[in-house]
Nanobody, 127 residues
Framework: QVQLVESGGGLAQAGGSLRLSCAAS????????MGWFRQAPGKEREFVAAISYSGRNTEYEDFVKGRFTVSRDNAKNTVYLLMNSLKPEDTAVYHC????????????????????WGQGTQVTVSS
């Protein structure tokens, strides 16, 4: 049974930081590229960041470049999203997702390419 479990969300002030974690089980984690997506109330889900199976390649949406950093620890089956300089518009439910990409550092920003999804963690940024 595949599980992706996010944690680390909560309430932060504008300009503050949070670090999200996503722990995976039931998959060979090192074979998967991992992505972070978010969905705010009344809005479509949007891509935030992704990291290749090896960690050598990362991709960020423009609105988080320079503020968010994605990383992974394959020994712990965990992917992280460090969020700095938070803005109220970052308020959303953040989901991690897994895309089978063994042997290639290819990344996709297309949510439909990801096979497995976590339930999400709420991030609320106050002004």
């Amino acid at each position: 049974q595949v599980q992706l479990v996010e944690s680390g969300g909560g309430l932060a002030q504008a300009g503050g930081s949070l670090r999200l974690s996503c722990a995976a089980s039931g998959i060979t984690f090192s074979n998967y590229a991992m992505g972070w997506f978010r969905q705010a109330p009344g809005k479509e889900r949007e891509f935030v960041a992704a990291i290749s199976y090896s960690g050598r390649n990362t991709e960020y949406e423009d609105f988080v470049k320079g503020r968010f950093t994605v990383s992974r620890d394959n020994a712990k089956n965990t992917v992280y999203l460090l969020m700095n300089s938070l803005k109220p518009e970052d308020t959303a439910v953040y989901h991690c997702a897994a895309d089978l990409r063994s042997g290639t550092d290819y990344l996709t920003t297309w949510g439909h390419d990801y096979e497995y999804w976590g339930q999400g963690t709420q991030v609320t940024v106050s002004s």
